[in-house]
DNA sequence: TATGCTAATGCTAATCATTCTCATTTGTAA
DNA sequence: TTACAAATGAGAATGATTAGCATTAGCATA
């Protein structure tokens, strides 16, 4: 299934900032991207949309599935491409480097914790804050 | 220790302002406050602070550990009492009830999923989004 | 392939939470 | 009581995100 087709059933048209915004993420360069940060890429890659525009795209693109949005520590949200596997992230706090975790006890214990509590959990959200350590953290940036 | 020590012992003067936002969170009539709640409670029982005095009082006591702050979904944070014992938070969807619960099983993954990673944990923050069932959920507040 | 309609885009202005500025007021230690 | 630094209050400023609206571009049809 290419990108035409994601948009298509997802019932959106494909234009060409659609287009753009979703080769952006399949290109794979940057797996978590706020909507500054795409806004940019595009522009330096000669693309120019409106950042009104990317706004719009990532929330449809969020709600048809195509992209999952985080809320990491401070106030802007990311995005990243949704390739059906859920998982959890761990951030630095010096570096900004952001890697990806499953554990499925982890999953599990909290189905436990809020059905124990009379709660049907629908959703989570779990970040790791910590500091990478020496080759791969780049002190801030 | 009484709220004078708490502020003295953190470094800041006891002023009016400061004994009221801690005397709320005390008085523990509800949990979790954002700024605007804060806010407008003490409006409401004739003391007028003003609004940046809410906020800026609001991070003076998280630096100084008298409070938590935490972002549920959504755009605002909020605050609650720091009373020494670390939880996590489940937050219906539907009528924005808040409860706490803690899983130590839950806890030591997470440590482990950092170390074996090569991270040193820092802090984390996980919230359980779910509906809460019949006689507790109050239905869109 | 040309036409028309609706959805999509791109500005700019508006929102919302939060922070900053700065003149005024208030704790507090001498 | 005095003096001074720290704290407050009001409103302006900020930064991310959204809304409004006139213009443009997909796409289905003739």
Redesign the pocket.
Known sequence: MNELTH??SA????????LKVLSLFESGSERHL???DVYKKLLASGD??????????L??FEQAGLLVKHHFEG???VFELNQGDHHDHIVCLQCGRVEEFYDATIEQRQKKAAAERGFELHDHSLYIYANCVKPKCQFRN
């Open positions: 948009l298509k019932g959106l048209k494909s234009t060409l900032p659609r706020s909507a500054e120019d949309v409106g950042l009104a525009t990317v706004y719009r795209v929330n449809q106030d802007k949200s």
